[in-house]
C-alpha cells in the first residue's frame, strides 16, 4: 500500500490551497486517514484527521476554523482544504493512513497510530 500526496505549492497570506492523498495497491482497510506536517526547525505535528467509517475529524487547535478534512471512500483519497492560510502553515505536509487491525480512536494526533505515510507535499506561505 502506498500514499500519493499532491497539491502544494507557493502561496500568499489569505490564499486557500487543496491537498489530496490517494491510497493505492493491495487489498486493504482504512480505519482512518490524517494529515501532519513539519515546518522549518521543527517537530512533525498533527494538523487532522478522518475516521474512514463515521467521518469524525478531529484538528489540531493552530487549524480548527481554517482548515477542512474530508475523504472520497469510492476514490479511498483523503483531502485537506486549507483556507486563510498564515505563513507559520508554511511546512511539508505528510499524509498518513491507519489500516492496521489494532485501531485505537483516542490515537488520532499520534504518529504510531499510522501504518503508511505519503512522501510529503510543500506548502510555502509568503507574508
Known amino acids: 500500500v502506498q500514499l500519493q500526496a499532491s497539491g502544494g505549492g507557493l502561496v500568499q497570506t489569505g490564499d486557500s490551497l487543496r491537498l489530496s492523498c490517494a491510497a493505492s495497491?493491495?487489498?486493504?482497510?482504512?480505519?482512518?486517514m490524517a494529515w501532519f506536517r513539519q515546518g522549518p526547525g521543527k517537530e512533525r505535528e498533527f494538523v487532522a484527521a478522518?475516521?474512514?467509517?463515521?467521518?469524525?475529524?478531529p484538528y489540531a487547535d493552530s487549524v480548527k476554523g481554517r482548515f477542512a478534512i474530508s475523504r472520497d471512500k469510492a476514490k479511498n483519497t483523503v483531502y485537506l482544504q486549507m483556507n486563510s492560510l498564515r505563513p507559520d502553515d508554511t511546512a511539508v505536509y505528510f499524509c498518513?493512513?491507519?489500516?492496521?487491525?489494532?485501531?485505537?480512536?483516542?490515537?488520532?494526533?499520534?504518529?504510531?497510530?499510522?501504518?503508511?505515510w505519503g512522501q510529503g507535499t510543500l506548502v510555502t506561505v509568503s507574508s
Open positions: 498518513a493512513a491507519d489500516i492496521g487491525t489494532r485501531y485505537i480512536s483516542s490515537y488520532y494526533a499520534q504518529e504510531r497510530a499510522y501504518d503508511i
Open positions: 495497491g493491495g487489498t486493504f482497510k482504512i480505519n482512518r
Open positions: 478522518i475516521t474512514w467509517a463515521s467521518g469524525s475529524t
